[in-house]
């Protein structure tokens, strides 16, 4: 969690919808419920959507026990243990473990969007093809990228009419694609 991102994109954007997609624990609604913000928080691993329903019981959000794609599907997941170290926000897919249910943003149907985090480590694209019609709103974006993503996640949003900038956090070694929209 950086907040330079939440800056950002209020920045860039007027109070309407934030729509969290991988919203782990709540850090980045909470921040933008605080700037005036209602939060669409996603967030597909069991354990974090717990700590996210709570950290957001007082906030302005709509919180779903799910993850985002270019499709509507479920599939398994490896069940969260704290105890083995890693990427304790990335999900992997398992033949044994807890089921996580995945949805496209568009089935949503959502209104009056106005800024849009994406942090799915590796999923950006699918994430990005399952909201074109919500896109088409021109939301701010920040989409952090993994695994080389951040081309094809360029190349799809300049299509769409986005404006594309990369930020380089060289503190956290992380790479954000910033979007702007045509409004």
């Known amino acids: 969690y950086t ?9 860039n954007s007027v109070p309407g919808v934030f729509v969290d997609v991988g919203a782990n ?3 980045h609604s909470r921040s933008m419920c605080s700037r005036g913000y209602k939060s669409i928080a996603l967030e597909p691993n069991p354990l974090h959507f717990n ?3 709570h950290n957001l019981q007082h906030c302005k959000a709509d919180v779903y026990n799910r993850g985002a794609s270019n499709t ?6 490896e069940t969260f243990d704290p105890s083995k170290p890693k990427n304790y926000g990335k999900l992997f897919t398992a033949i044994q473990g807890e089921e996580a249910h995945f949805i496209t943003i568009d089935s949503l149907c959502l209104s009056n969007v106005t ?5 799915v480590e590796g999923h ?3 994430v990005l093809q399952g909201m074109r ?3 088409t709103q021109y939301p701010t974006l920040v989409v952090e990228y993994n695994n080389g993503s951040g081309d094809a996640c360029i190349s799809f949003l300049e299509s769409i009419g986005y404006r594309c900038e990369i930020h380089q956090d060289d503190l956290e070694g992380i790479s954000d694609i910033l979007a702007y929209g045509r409004n």
Do not use: P, R
Not at 3 to 11: G, I, Q, S, V
Not at 72 to 77: D, E, K, L, R
Not at 115 to 119: G, Q, S, T
């Open 3 to 11: 907040d330079w991102e939440c800056a950002f994109l209020a920045f």
């Open 72 to 77: 509507n599907y479920s599939t398994t997941i």
């Open 133 to 135: 019609k919500t896109l």
């Open 115 to 119: 800024a849009v985090k994406i942090d």
């Open 124 to 126: 950006e694209l699918q």
């Open 25 to 27: 624990i709540g850090w």
């Open 51 to 53: 700590l996210l329903s």
